[in-house]
């Protein structure tokens, strides 16, 4: 699925990192705030863009990873080991330093809480984060939208949002968080021990008469599979909304 990008209207502007979460050894979360922001959408994201001494430039795109609040976005940055933007980001940016960005982008992938639910969200490894914007949302609004987020990391080192995910689990009526960890799986893990496959969403996915809306995000082979067998389940292909990235995730 292409991104929806009006970037003519979209100019570049600077914003200050106030904030950085480590999330995982390899994944970290940036707070910046960006005077004049005028708000975003869950599930939308920016581009950053770096300028190196030399004058070379290289930009990236990034979900915003936290619902609206006032001129302050999260994003979160997995470490990429040949990447141009993300070794920058995760190890070099310290509090206080400044990022070009341009946003927000994007309007296909957009979930809010005045649309209801009941919503499926399946992520694979950094494909979390435009879904925890709209879990995050929709705690926020109060809305009682049934949510069901199905999260695929490699191993329990590697879950984003690790603690956030297990205190809304047992702490937020309405919301079920399922997990699969497809690598290696510590003593005593009760979650799902494979890659997201049909016999799984058949099991998790809410019913096809309920309509359910689906927003599927992670690497492209992930998404694919998940939409795929949606599909083949009998859901309505016009409620599954997707996003992709590159190689990297669950």
Known sequence: ?????????????????????????????????????????PGQHIDVRLTAEDGYQAERSYSIATPADGTRITITVERLVDGEVSPYLV????????????????????????????LLLAAGGSGLAPLMAMVRARIAAGSDAPVRLLVSSRSAEEIIYAKELDATA????????IQTLTRAQPPGWSGYRRRVDREMLA?????????????????????EAVASALVDLGHDPGNIRTERFGPTGG
């Open 203 to 223: 099991e998790i996915a809410w019913p096809v008469a309920d309509r359910p809306r689906s927003y599927v995000c992670g690497p492209t082979g992930f998404v």
């Open 1 to 41: 699925m292409a991104r929806t990008a009006i970037r003519g209207r979209l100019t570049w502007q600077l914003a200050d990192l106030v904030d950085r979460v480590d999330e995982t050894p390899q994944v970290r979360s940036l707070v910046l705030d960006v005077p004049g922001w005028q708000g975003h959408l």
């Open 170 to 177: 047992h702490g937020r009526a309405g919301i079920e968080v």
């Open 91 to 118: 190890d070099e940016l310290r509090i206080g330093d400044r990022l070009e960005l341009r946003g927000p982008i994007g309007g296909y992938f957009v979930w809010e809480p005045v649309l209801g639910g009941p």
